[in-house]
């Protein structure tokens, strides 16, 4: 964190209700689209740019613009929304080479810069065997020809772990490295839509490029060299990249929420989804990510649209698979290094679905098991895995557990 500037209080359109039915993902995605957008792409861009905040920050240094997020309250009792902010995201790398995301909370209609600050420059991507170092979970088709059949929509509900500091012979060390990407101990919780197996390699489109639109949550714990104690923490995210068959990124969006200011906490009750407007509910032919945390005031949701048209695009192909997927994620681009890996007893995600088109959900357990989709492991880097149990037939629950000592 830079410093707070001047935080204020939200300000925003107000959204549709509910008009008494039970407040779900699906009601705040449809209360968030009757509603609009009040800020337009290019004015985040350009506000941000044009503020001072940012130009005391990137004057000696490369920056480039890679997404934002709109970040929303939720008033459970109608499903009702009122936005709050944008969270402007920039890619700056400063004179000695360092790279960290510049993120700027601001309301560009009314002039206002909420709070600027960095985060870590973190890869999030597909997953490449079942057994490997950074992934745990599942990725399901919707057929055993997956092409034939597009998947447009995942969802999934997980709560945020709560994460230690990895203990044995070999555990990192969770400490920050001024200069460095941030070694601080990461897992990610998400849930997306990808449009092959491999990230870039063997796609089963003839373009050779990889897809994968996401949106979860970081859980962090972070040992400084300074003396300070040691502290977890949770970041909210949503992102879309592609990578080519010489495993080099071509688009890397990460952008990171702010939900109004309150980033969310280690143990909130989380809900994602990611789907064509059509699937969602809203009018268009773009993607959205839609991220809830239920657990904070009376809920705070983030969303990114990602345009299959136009100046903003991004999504070029069908996408195949739905995932639902615990990370270690890497820096320093694709394959990159593996960020460490915090200990946690377990992350469940539960009441998970997918669809097809503008088709109703489903249980993604029925694909799976019948053999259209993938089982992975998380290595620890030990000589242990960070297994993934089996998928329930009610809701597609399932746990990804890591409960061992490291190198044990």
Not at 314 to 324: N, S
Not at 370 to 381: I, P, S, V
Request: a negative charge; charged letters at 10%.
């Amino acid at each position: 964190m830079i410093s707070p500037v001047g935080m204020l209080a939200s300000v925003g359109a107000a959204g549709a209700a509910n008009s008494g039915q039970a407040c779900n993902i699906h009601a705040v995605g449809l209360a968030i689209g009757a509603a609009g957008n009040p800020a337009s792409p290019q004015s985040v861009e350009t506000f941000a740019e044009q503020s001072p905040q940012y130009l005391g920050i990137v004057a000696d240094g490369k920056s480039t613009y890679i997404g934002y997020a709109s970040d929303w309250s939720i008033n459970q009792s109608d499903c009702s929304v009122t936005w709050q902010n944008a969270s402007a995201n920039f890619l700056v790398q400063n004179s000695t080479g360092a790279k960290y995301v510049l993120v700027v909370d601001e309301n560009p209609n009314l002039g206002l810069i909420y709070n600027v600050s960095r985060e870590a420059v973190l890869d999030l991507g597909i997953p490449t065997t079942t057994a490997n170092p950074t992934y745990s979970g599942y990725e399901i088709a919707n057929s055993s020809s997956p092409t034939s059949v597009p998947v447009t929509y995942a969802e999934a509900d997980w709560t945020v772990p709560s994460v230690s500091a990895p203990t044995g012979s070999g555990a990192p060390s969770c400490d920050y490295t001024s200069g460095e990407a941030w070694k601080q101990c990461l897992v990610t919780d998400w849930v997306g839509l990808q449009n092959s197996t491999y990230e870039g390699n063997e796609s089963a489109f003839t373009t050779g490029v990889g897809e994968v639109l996401q949106t979860g949550t970081i859980a962090n714990y972070t040992c400084s060299h300074s003396g300070s104690p040691c502290y977890s923490s949770e970041l909210p995210f949503t992102g879309y990249l592609r990578a080519s068959t010489q495993y080099t990124f071509l688009d890397n969006h990460l952008s990171y929420c702010s939900f109004g200011g309150h980033d969310g906490s280690i143990g909130d009750s989380i809900t994602g989804e990611v789907g064509s407007n059509s699937q969602i509910g809203l009018s268009g032919s773009n993607y959205t990510d839609l991220l809830v945390d239920w657990t904070y005031g009376s809920g705070e949701a983030c969303t990114s649209t990602w345009a299959t048209t136009g100046t903003y695009q991004y999504v070029h192909t069908p996408e195949i698979y739905a995932d639902y997927i615990a990370e270690r994620p890497s820096t320093g681009g694709f394959p990159g290094t593996p960020t460490a890996l915090p200990k946690f007893a377990n992350t469940e995600f539960y009441d998970l679905e997918m669809g097809t088109g503008t088709g109703h959900q489903l249980n993604p357990y029925w694909n799976y098991n019948n053999d259209w989709g993938n089982g992975l492991y998380m290595k620890n880097e030990g000589t242990t895995l960070t297994t993934t149990g089996s998928m329930s037939s009610v809701g597609g629950d399932f746990y990804v557990d890591w409960s061992s000592s490291y190198n044990t």
